[in-house]
């Protein structure tokens, strides 16, 4: 690995010096984000070091190109997680509540899993999923590997009996 290995870095350093202002500044015009522009470019050399590890210093070709096609890949790629981690906290966020009261969370969670303990656990699937994790209908008969009709009878079964439980639980008539 030795002389190999002192090419890859030799070569690593000099695309790094000449071309990270160029791909910075494209990614920068690019992207109107200095600091994304600025992700993008490392990770692009990272992938690139990477590549450069696995098979040598011949995979470092291309120059301008090059950084130009892997700083778009690499936001690309940084965009998609951003999204995709967007779209987990939006399914993960407790509906109607505010984010500074963990403890109103918290009691409510408590409430509901009291009251919910009654129920069928097909019937509190229903509920976990279109109430605490925001699932739409489709979405919740999707993963549940249902006809969304059935789900939709489902979940109002499950609120009827619910509420039924509710009126027991707490010695309200």
């Not at 190999?4 to 500044?25: D, I, K, N, S």
């Not at 470092?60 to 999204?83: F, K, Q, S, V």
Request: proline fraction near 2%; hydrophobic fraction near 40%; glycine fraction near 8%.
């Amino acid at each position: 690995m030795g002389g190999t290995a002192e090419e890859v870095v030799l070569q690593l350093e000099e695309l790094f010096c000449r071309y990270q202002a160029f791909a910075l500044g494209w990614a920068e015009h690019r992207y109107h984000d200095k600091a994304f522009a600025e992700d993008a470019t490392q990770e692009a050399f990272l992938q690139l070091f990477l590549r450069a590890t696995k098979g040598g210093p011949k995979t470092l070709g291309g120059g301008a190109a090059m950084i130009r096609r892997n700083t778009r890949w690499a936001a690309n790629n940084l965009m998609e997680r951003a999204r995709a981690s967007a779209a987990r906290e939006r399914r993960s966020a407790p509906v109607g509540f505010d984010e500074d009261a963990g403890w109103v969370r918290h009691e409510a969670r408590e409430l509901v899993a009291a009251v919910c303990a009654p129920l069928s656990t097909s019937h509190r699937q229903a509920l976990q999923l279109r109430y605490a994790e925001g699932y739409s209908d489709v979405d919740s008969a999707r993963l549940l590997g249902i006809p969304t009709k059935a789900f939709q009878s489902r979940r109002r079964r499950a609120l009827e009996e619910a509420r039924k439980s509710a009126t027991q639980w707490l010695g309200a008539t």
